[in-house]
């Protein structure tokens, strides 16, 4: 619907109810139709959103990327018809159609908000939890970019809405934890604080008291009525003064409006039903037909989507005086390019490995790569989840960020490595910002939610994960990775890179750099591997996700096909078979998804025809899609063990000598 | 070293500093000879350790599995010298010869604590935070036994030992916000409050008051000088009486005595080294040369092991007064057997499902068979992590377990998924109990680090994980498992089902109640399926791994293999193609681990040597063990959508009528 909106609307003789209940009633007529959804959200929030949105939300909806503008993320995505609701009643890209194709295929209205699918929508939420940790990472970026750019260019708030299962998750207490000790006071929690949960009231299973916990990690905390707008707005208003992040718990009733449903898990997660509908317009006095927006509401609503329009305007003004290199940084939507002084540097850095050939581990390979190139990559922030002698993250150029100077480039993240990934994924939609972070691969385990979003949002965040096999040694099978490899390799869309030596190490950073629109993990070796590769110059190879290392002449009899660490295990086999006139080639296969995505022609040249042997210090997961349905793998079995990392190689049997009989045995097999 | 203890050693002669530095040395001793291991917690914590072990812990070293002995977790498992120290000195079945190969291939001694391979481990720890999550299952199942049995037979303690790390993961929130809501009276974690983490000052990244936190999830909480005995003895004799949860902040100094490193994160996780080693020694006047434990100081120590004799044996009286029901349950390391109730139960679900092969969602197949089977299993106990009435996991029967009520056998586990997992450890790791919970499938990303501790530690845990495909619809790619399946399989030791109909269902719990040893998930349709077993006696099929539901006369052309709800789209296919006189076999694959375990005959015989199509609504993961390397495969490449199910299923192409032309294709490749 085409609306021009003329300033001479009355705003005043349309009320804070008419604009809420055009919310709720959106939210309750679309599920209603699609009979899926979560009405209890948006007819419980509808207040608090109406209030934030028509009073405080900096924003302009005609320009969702605009980079000042607020970011308001719903952590309770299951409510998403709020959001969808407010985007189409401000003017933003949801249109009545789409309101009206809520969960359908191929909607711009997904049963939960999507980003990159849906202007406007900052982050994907759903999965509970998540939105909260995000908007840490979202609330810090935007302290990080002012101290650099300072207030004429960043100076946002970041709003949250999120609900009693955002907060029973335990990654929220390490978003909470983190966000009050960097005392983000430009973030703004809005809690649905409505007691109910699906299974019923929340007293089932929880007597948190939330202030009390927020308050403990140095938060400002409140409670107030969510169904009284000037209530709701002194909140708001007063927390955006203060220093530190600011909770509100706002009491409402779930599913307000609808007489048989509200307060009740019933009006969680089920379309209304005709009568409830039909009884929530009455209660409500909405005396519409279903998906009608009286005109005037209607303009109301534009209007305040075009209430940032002065601001924005005046923030071009300030963007016109800004340097070229900020201008270049803040235009709408940009990807952060990488600038000539990294590839230099690259260069410069694969010549050296490439020359001198180092035995390194590859977490140590990855720690020159960082000296070498940290600097050269404004807005690149390293951390680590208190692991930062370990995961060899610290680049010798950066400088901590601490709540008293925000202008560093690496981040504590404290041993939270869920909340790392997450407050990763808020630092990248940001924007302005290529985050990595660092632990060991073990523990991806342990922020496995948050980074199959960053693959979902086709986010470029960086994880730095080392220790990657039974090569850590003493530790023990807690900490030892046998299936980590394979488990993060079926996450859609996210690069898993192994390298092998030095020059593999710095090719997978730079694919990981390059990859604006996927996340990677760097599984890096604790233990020292030799550097085999010596091309000086030349492609990256581990962009081709595998190729050979060893091409035997005259033709190959066998083909060895190993990742990081095993890889020059591998090369010593191919040296044992050469002795017997076995011609093993050496395939080196750093990355899975990037090998699947090479031509065939490729594929096969790199694989050959001759009988293959799969070689990694993990069990056998993915592999048969490389070596064939019965093929021979030498790795693991099951969980490791606590011992000196050489013996676990003995004791597990991945080594020269057993890869040799399995080759052996492949070429036995095929000539049969 | 064999030491006869007599009642007349002095007790007296030996003092509290004697106990604790033989501890801290012993830990000392053994890290520098491995050159591997983490000094700073058995030196920080050696004193409240000591003061727990010598005046309150309830065990009986000769007995480590003696039912009503009070647990110790060491949540911060890296400081496990602490606790194999304990167990030797104590006389349990640590021997001093296992000190000093600790960290090395086959000791007692790994790097990390692990139960079942060092008797005494309560708990695998190391992986932070598990620790703590799984003793609030341990002190649950010790007030539900107690309420079934009794203060004669049930009436132990639960102490933890947590550091920063713990308390700082997100899990500890969802089971400190467990214990609180359940006044799990009976737990009490001793916090070791040192102020350091790896990186350096624990205020490198948090600024929480913990005292404070924990209040606010009901929790008695106090601060004590870890190295004060008597007042670390004060406080633990007053929270022992409180009827809430306990927290004990103990100031500690880590590494304390080695004065160069002491207080530092130096202290953490490396060897002393010799000159610090020395230096410790001169500062606590330790003058005994390595692993020497002089013999007064021992003496007592083995003293302090036979303390809870008396307790034992006043136990075993009241034991042999028992019901002959509850004597059987308290055996010493007796796992739960399965009645004859229950098959009773099981066979009269059988053949009804058989006989009315009903459309059934498996999900709500396993709701019928819960309520047909749950009364029939002592200690069987339900729970959801909020997603009771869409996990279907609340059998008929059940009564929810509360704070005044302990008397249940359901647990309204909140909306944490990593908690409930671990706390289901714990429950399991306490016996007398078999425990499952439900969540969605997509969150089991979220307690996925539980779920591999369950598989390491060899527990009877059954996860019931509903909404298992994009066949869930309208809630999007967030709440669809695309790569879950894939993931969860290359756990070593998890069993991974994914029943295809009603009677499937039934068998995959029938699996999962008897696998002792394992844990396992049971991964269930949101939508309705058609029953097609219809064998109403007759042995358990899913037990097979793999079977040949549809069997073509005289051969077959091709072979159809499926999991779940695609197993009847592929019998569709099946009959698609016999209208073209393409004979094809269908194969439901509920189990892949299972069916790796059967004999290589009964392997080949089921997938047959004619070309093979994979069907599973999920990506490609692991299928090529089944397939070949180029397999054809009707599955999902990638993230799913917002839509109802059907019209997922025909946009991503899991149709009969793709099914039948990958069929096709894989017989005219095969015929090349």
Known sequence: MNISVHAEVDLNAVSHADLANAVRFLAVDAIELSQSGHPGLPMGMADVATVLFSRF?????????????????????????????????????????????FRQWGSKTPGHPE???????????????????????????????????????????????????????????????????????????????????????????????????????????????????????????????????????????????????????????APLGTEQTAAARRTLGWDYQPFVVPIPILKAWRLIGQRGQVDRLAWLDRYECASPAQRELFIEGKVLALPSAYAQASAKLRERFATERPKLATRQASQQVLDGIASSIPGLIGGSADLTHSNLTHAKTQVPVTRDRFAGDYIHYGIREHGMAAAMNGIALHGGFIPYGGTFLAFSDYSRPAIRLAALMRLRVIHVMTHDSIGLGEDGPTHQPVEHLAALRVIPNLLVFRPADAVETLEAWDCALEATTRPSVLCLSRQALPTFRSDARGTNRVARGAYLVVTPDGGRDVTLIATGSEVSIAIEAARLLATEHIRAAVVSAPCFALFEEQREEYRA?????????G?????????????????????MRGFGASAPAPVLYREFGITPQNIAEAARRAIARKSQ
Chains 1, 2 share one sequence.
Request: charged content about 20%; hydrophobic content about 40%; aromatic content about 6%.
């Open 57 to 101: 939300l900096k924003f302009d909806a005609a320009h969702p990327n605009w980079p000042d503008r607020d970011r308001f993320v719903l952590s309770a995505g299951h409510g998403s018809m709020l959001l969808y609701a407010l985007l189409y009643l401000t003017g933003g890209a949801v249109s009545l159609d789409d309101i009206k194709a």
């Open 605 to 613: 040249a790199v694989l050959g025809i001759a009988p293959r042997v």
């Open 615 to 635: 070689i990694e210090a993990a069990v056998l997961g993915d592999w048969p899609r490389w070596i064939g349905a019965d093929g021979e793998f030498v790795g």
């Open 115 to 269: 980003y990159g699918h849906t202007p406007g929508v900052e982050t994907t939420t759903g999965p509970l939890g998540q939105g909260i940790a995000t908007a840490v990472g979202m609330a810090l970026a935007e302290r990080m970019a002012n101290s650099q750019h300072g207030d004429d260019l960043v100076d946002h708030f970041t709003y949250v809405i999120a609900g009693d299962g955002c907060l029973m998750e335990g990654i929220s207490q390490e978003a909470i934890s983190l966000a009050g000790h960097l005392q983000l006071g430009r973030l703004i929690v809005l809690f649905d604080d409505n007691g109910i949960s699906i299974d019923g009231p929340t007293s089932l299973a929880t007597s948190d008291d939330q202030l009390a916990r927020f308050a403990s990690s140095g938060w400002s905390v409140r409670r107030v009525d969510g169904h009284d707008p000037e209530a709701i707005a002194q909140a708001i208003a007063e927390e955006r003064q203060t220093a530190r992040p600011s909770l509100v718990a706002c009491r409402t009733i779930i599913g307000y409006g609808a007489p048989d449903r509200q307060g009740t898990e019933k009006a969680h997660g």
